[in-house]
């Protein structure tokens, strides 16, 4: 059984560019998350994906965006980075099924640092 | 809507003492709640969760929760702590059924000293 993977680890941007971020999900499951992780602060909710679509969104802007690809890996893209966009960005994946429980499987996270 | 709350940012017990993590939730459906682990640099583990089959679950590592619903709460307990469990502890819920928002508490750091 494959575990989520992230890429990149660690990332240093400037204010005002673009990044994006990739997760392949655990085998067998369907749905990515995306959380935004700031120092010592608890996983804050960005948008999770099923079946290639938005299923959900947490307070973030539009240019916070994502998508899916149909072997269920995702992407996070940010635009117009700002200095607060700094954090720990995790991805989660599940399996959305009948009876399924919510359980979350992260990977490691990326580390984005913006100056 | 739903959220929790953890009760103290830190906690610090001795190597061998009880491990005592508090957490209350808030939901408008009956919910799932969850406790993970993060170690430093790393991702989220979880260590158990409640999906309503029964009120006192166990998890990894020797802890174990117990959902209360008069008190709508979901402890996190261990009766002796070990060095290697100094880590932050999240306490987490989403909704049954429906698409699966988990939401995260603001995390307990425990420190165990020897």
């Known amino acids: 059984e494959t575990g989520v993977t992230q890429s990149p680890t660690h990332l240093i941007k400037t204010r005002g560019q673009q990044v994006t971020l990739r997760c392949s999900s655990q085998?067998?499951?369907?749905?990515v998350s995306w959380y935004q992780q700031a120092l010592g602060q608890g996983p804050q909710f960005i948008f999770q994906?099923?079946?290639?679509?938005?299923?959900g969104r947490g307070n973030f802007p539009p240019r916070f965006s994502g998508l899916q690809f149909p072997n269920y890996s995702s992407e996070l893209n940010v635009n117009a980075l700002e200095l607060d966009d700094s954090a720990l960005y995790l991805c989660?994946?599940?399996?959305?099924?009948?009876?399924?429980?919510?359980?979350?499987?992260f990977g490691e996270g990326s580390r984005l640092t913006v100056l | 809507a739903q959220s929790v709350t953890q009760l103290g940012s830190h906690v610090s017990v001795s190597e061998g003492a009880l491990v005592l993590l508090r957490c209350n939730y808030s939901s408008s459906v009956p919910p799932y709640l969850f406790w993970y682990v993060q170690y430093p640099n790393q991702g989220l583990q979880l260590l158990l969760k409640y999906t309503s089959a029964a009120t006192l679950v166990k998890g990894i590592n020797g802890f174990e929760a117990e959902f209360k619903k008069s008190e709508t709460s979901f402890h996190l307990t261990k009766p002796s702590a070990h060095m290697s469990d100094a880590a932050e502890y999240f306490c987490?819920?989403?909704?049954?059924?429906?698409?699966?928002?988990?939401?995260f508490g603001t995390g307990t750091k425990l420190q165990v000293i020897p």
């Open positions: 989660a994946s599940s399996q959305k099924s009948s009876g399924s429980t919510g359980e979350l499987f």
């Open positions: 085998s067998g499951h369907n749905t």
């Open positions: 994906y099923y079946r290639e679509e938005e299923n």
């Open positions: 987490a819920v989403s909704p049954t059924g429906g698409y699966q928002k988990v939401t």
